[in-house]
């Protein structure tokens, strides 16, 4: 029988005694927004989350005047941390430009030629508002293109909450064409794009959730551009987090494969709301206005590359060039990782915490050494997934937050550039005396136990 994980009364009590701002606009917010308060699923926290006034680097502080070391960071979109300088001005200085012509300028030719020169699959880009909706055109566009109807999409990997990307299982989803078959079974993944019913397959960057939480074999990933060629079906790498921030080149350029198309968005903008799709040039003909009206796809949009966020793209890509913020983002969470496994270790707590720039929070049995430190020790994706676990994690999120430290439910800890290893230090003391909390609370068993 699963048991009942609730934080301590005594923790809720402190938690909302150091937060009475927060509360007050929490319960403002209860009014207007059903999701208890919050305006993102994963806001959604038991009593509530922070009110946060300003960030700056990798600290935001909140209307009670609480400090937090952040490993939000925009859900994962700020790589170079809160607002860097160079991309404050060049944002600034347009806004007194304009921030919207309605006509095409020189920023969003910039900004398309810096992706291009750092993901080679940019063929041709067509930029829109956000990650989600890049997703749903490169749906539409392997359709126009392949002239099949059937997308195959793997289990857990997220591309937004639109009837065709939602969760498996989601209410109120109508995706008759839409299968979702389990990660990592090449044969079983042939079997079905055998059929030629295809026109796309998704699968997300890293591995399904944040960059891979579960993440992909890599003779899966390398077998899939064969397969996928033998029989007509184009790939998608849904690089919405993972472009730009694992590597200049994307997730992709790390396995060393070439999809058909990517979708991008968070760092692809440095923190503004865009998406893009990329990719081949012949599949993006669609939108050619002398393709013939059948196989035409008429792309609208009103935020559609406009002049302040191309301004922000490309300032943040201009900046991601050298790769210097990729591999600062990738040390620290290195850092953070094995100073992590050792607090874990030494309180003999089942788990670990393993990932590239964005570090996953694994706890449960250990099944065998991972190979590297970017997978987790089991490939059980219910153990990873496990529910009661998860509940535990959002008791330590409080844990955290009442620390001063701010996590997605401490499932991931988001690293960028800005973070310096003095902050992951006092990150883990937070992290050590929550555990601590969380063993003498019964919360969380230890392998003395
Ligand atoms: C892998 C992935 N794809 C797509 C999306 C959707 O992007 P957006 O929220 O910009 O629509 C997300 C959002 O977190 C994501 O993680």
Known sequence: MTRTVLPKASLVDEYIKKHPGSKRWHDQAAQFFSANGATHAARILDPFRPYITRAKGVRKWDVDGNEYIDYVMGHGALILGHSHPQWVKAIQEQVTKGVHFGESHQLEIEWAKLINSMMPVAERVEFCACGQEANLMAIRLARIFTGRKKILRFVENFHGWADEVAPEGSAGVSTPDVKIIPMNDLN???????????????????????????????????????????????????????????????????????????????????????????????????????????????????????????????????????GEPQEKAAEMADYLRKEGNRILAQRKISGRLYGRTIVHFYLGPVDFEPQDEFSPPTRDVAKIMNPEMAAVKTVLCLHLLHRGIATMGSRTFILSAAHQRSDVDQTMEAFASSLDDLVAEGLLKTTKD
Not at 222 to 251: M, P
Request: a negative charge.
């Open 188 to 322: 079983l993944a042939e079997a079905e794009l055998a059929t030629r019913e295809y026109a796309l397959v998704m699968t997300e960057g890293g591995g399904a959730h944040m960059a891979g939480q579960i993440p992909w074999d890599t003779d899966f990933i390398q077998a899939l551009s064969g397969i996928t060629g033998k029989y007509g079906t184009l790939w998608l790498i849904d690089e919405v987090v993972t472009g730009f921030r694992e590597d200049r080149g994307g997730w992709q350029a790390l396995m060393g494969v070439k999809p058909d198309m990517a979708s991008l968005g968070k760092c692809a903008s440095g923190g503004m709301a865009i998406g893009a799709v990329v990719g081949r040039a012949d599949v993006f003909e669609a939108f050619n206005p002398k393709t013939p009206v059948e196989r035409r796809m008429r792309h609208t949009g009103t935020w559609n590359g406009n002049p302040l966020l191309s301004s922000a793209g490309v300032a943040a890509c201009k900046l991601y060039l050298d």
